[in-house]
């Protein structure tokens, strides 16, 4: 072998055992450039174009391409004259990607609150069993935040933070990362809060689901959750009426 040419890269063994390893074996371009950026931390620059691909043995054009391919993900950075940098892959870049899938696909919002209701519901369980006491504090935290206010902005400000808590509560980070990443698309679930029993029963159905995580309770925290929603979509109902009529 020429002493100037790299040996092929082959995947740490961590990346090569990951469950979803095998799901790329198909484009072995982009499988050889996910396994190197496995190697890497967010920040950390690539090699130049010339040293890839006689690292990763493949074409100059496949490279840009796959590079391309990431870059539009967000995964990878290129700034001039610098180079190329890893960026890493955060649940709110995953999320951009997903809102322009979804407009394409035309997939309507009513469907995504049915993907958060199961998300949420199962969230909600794991959280009987892994909340911790910071989790039940943050919680509580923002129930508190509901408790003492009287404008409507800052109590969905508050009903943010407490779904927020929740998913933490669940100590799943997959549904953590589905929480994230939907979280840019849901946004605005609700434009707004006016009337003083939108404001009690908002108080009261988070209050629900705190109690019952709280109490270890799988069977009321699903009632709790479902009550949510159901409640959650006669907001929606009335927010599409009053549009419907202005």
């Known amino acids: 072998m020429n002493p100037l040419e790299h040996p092929p890269f082959a995947p740490s063994a961590t990346l090569k055992n990951h469950q979803f390893y095998a799901s790329m074996l198909g484009?072995?371009?982009?499988?050889?450039?996910?396994?190197?950026?496995?190697?890497?931390?967010p920040g950390d620059r690539l090699p130049s174009e010339r040293e890839l691909t006689q690292q990763l043995q493949i074409s100059r054009n496949t490279l840009r391409d796959r590079i391309g391919r990431l870059e539009s993900m967000g995964i990878l950075t290129r700034k001039e004259r610098l180079g190329t940098f890893y960026s890493g892959m955060q649940a709110e870049q995953a999320g951009s990607v997903l809102i322009l899938g979804l407009m394409?696909?035309?997939?309507?919002?009513?469907?995504?609150?049915?993907?958060r209701h199961a998300l949420e519901r199962q969230a909600a369980i794991e959280a009987c069993t892994n909340a911790t006491d910071a989790h039940l504090a943050e919680l509580r935290a923002s129930i508190d935040d509901m408790n003492r206010t009287e404008d409507g902005r800052e109590l969905l400000a508050a009903d943010v933070a407490f779904h927020q808590a929740l998913f933490a509560s669940s100590n799943s980070p997959a549904l953590l990362f589905f929480s994230q990443m939907l979280s840019a698309v849901l946004q605005g679930t609700l434009r707004h809060l006016t009337l003083e029993q939108d404001f009690e029963t908002m108080r009261t159905v988070h209050g629900a689901v705190l109690d019952a995580v709280a109490a270890r309770d799988v069977d009321a925290v699903?009632?709790?959750?479902?009550?949510?929603?159901?409640?959650?979509?006669?907001?929606r109902e009335r927010e599409r009426r009053a549009g419907a009529v202005s």
């Open 104 to 115: 394409f696909e035309q997939i309507t919002f009513e469907s995504l609150i049915s993907m």
């Open 27 to 41: 484009d072995a371009a982009l499988t050889a450039l996910v396994g190197l950026l496995g190697e890497m931390s």
């Open 222 to 235: 699903t009632r709790a959750i479902d009550a949510h929603f159901a409640w959650l979509h006669e907001l």
